[in-house]
């Protein structure tokens, strides 16, 4: 069982930026990956940034193109908490961010179990 809590959603003005932080707790030796999805009223949840474990998978980071060069994704060197830090926010960047994570099976690395938090509310408007 792993349990993430996201925070630091918010209200901020066009141009400004959020920092989102995500704790993830128990089993979580096996990290495959952690990244955040967002989901806005009347659309699919999307991808917005993923970094994967470094011990099994080299610490690769991968955005989503509507972001490249306005959000970071990050994490500390216990792999237990992710950050995005996102700048030059934009309204369309409106939306509930979750946290994402998923753990490898020790049986068969090619199969994982996908986590989710609760979500954090992220407006951006004048």
């Known amino acids: 069982q792993v349990h993430l809590v996201e925070s630091g959603g918010g209200l901020v003005q066009p141009g400004g930026s959020l920092r989102l932080s995500c704790a993830a707790s128990g089993s979580i030796a096996r990290l495959k990956d952690m990244g955040w999805y967002r989901q806005a009223p009347g659309k699919q949840r999307e991808l917005v940034a993923r970094?994967?474990?470094?011990?099994?998978?080299?610490?690769?980071?991968n955005y989503t193109e509507s972001v490249k060069g306005r959000f970071t994704i990050s994490r500390d060197n216990g792999e237990n908490t992710v950050y995005l830090q996102m700048n030059s926010l934009k309204p369309e960047d409106t939306a509930v961010y979750y946290c994402?994570?998923?753990?490898?099976?020790?049986?068969?690395?090619?199969?994982?179990?996908?986590?989710w938090g609760q979500g954090t509310q992220v407006t951006v408007s004048s």
């Open positions: 970094i994967s474990s470094l011990i099994t998978g080299g610490g690769s980071i």
């Open positions: 994402n994570a998923r753990i490898l099976h020790a049986k068969n690395p090619l199969y994982f179990d996908t986590y």
